[in-house]
């Protein structure tokens, strides 16, 4: 099974809280009360958003997070990456000289080919998608176009949407003055 990080779903709930309501200054209370995510994890998933780019933290009383730029301009992609650091589906598609087996493996070049499509489909993901009521198609018309032999014991499998992706509380915290460092 492919499965991101447990922190990498929870920085996507929580930066789709954000989307939502964009001019609102999301405390990480505020955000643990939308999301169901435990205040502490909040916090810390917050704090890696915003080293890594992906959120606006603003100190003091009224502080708290804002989204860094439009919710279209964030993908997917840019939230997980943010979190776990380089996709990848294996040590070698991520990090070059990770795997021991790297010089003589015979599958490294198709796992990176599999890695590419993957996280294209990611980057085609934008957190507004997620935000809104239903994802848009994305264009998955490489994976298709691969004449892959099917075995006839084999089911194709469906796309997953995880409940935690898809079940978020709405909350009225306050609105920001101004949207500071936008860009």
Known sequence: MLRMSKLADYATVMMTVMARDPDT???????????????PTVSKVMKILARGGMAISLRGVSGGYLLPYAAQRITLADIITAVDGPFGMTECSAMPGQCE?????????????????????????????????????????????????????????????????????AGAPRKAAARTQQK
């Open 25 to 39: 200054i999301q405390s990480a209370a505020s955000l643990a009360a939308a999301s169901g995510i435990p205040a």
């Open 101 to 169: 087996q790297e010089a003589m493996c015979g599958a490294r070049a198709n796992w990176q080919r599999i890695n590419r499509v993957i996280f294209e489909a990611l980057r085609q993901v934008s957190l507004a998608d997620m935000a809104g009521p239903a994802l848009r198609a994305v264009d998955i018309s490489a994976i298709r176009a691969r004449s892959v032999p099917k075995s006839p014991s084999v089911a194709p499998v469906a796309p997953v949407v995880t409940s935690r992706t898809a079940r978020i509380a």
